[in-house]
């Protein structure tokens, strides 16, 4: 489930850019980091892909992890639908 209590988010200058723009907050983005259970592997990127809610939006956050550190990396609204088609043509696995 999510990322460990424990873990120390590290919120890069890219991170806090595209969340501004695009309106998510911080707080929210960190409770679906730490409880979503939904999480993939981007094949293409070789990221972490964690998949939750931003009140009405679903959105994904590829991040990195490294020990107790995590870096998300950046914050996109999806559908369901574009998760679907990434587990089945294979660019998302389960993680």
Not at 24 to 31: A, G, L, R, Y
Not at 63 to 85: C, D, L, V, W
């Amino acid at each position: 489930m999510g990322v460990p209590e424990e873990s120390v988010i590290i919120w890069t200058g890219y991170m806090k850019h595209r969340a501004e723009l695009r309106g998510f907050d911080f707080s929210k983005i960190e409770n679906i980091l730490r409880h979503s259970a939904e999480k993939y592997l981007d094949t293409a990127t070789q990221r972490l892909i964690i998949v939750g809610k931003h009140d009405d939006i679903l959105v994904i956050i590829p991040y990195e992890q490294h020990g107790n550190e995590i870096s998300p990396i950046t914050i996109h609204a999806t559908t369901r639908q574009q998760i679907n088609f990434r587990l089945k043509t294979g660019r998302f696995i389960y993680g």
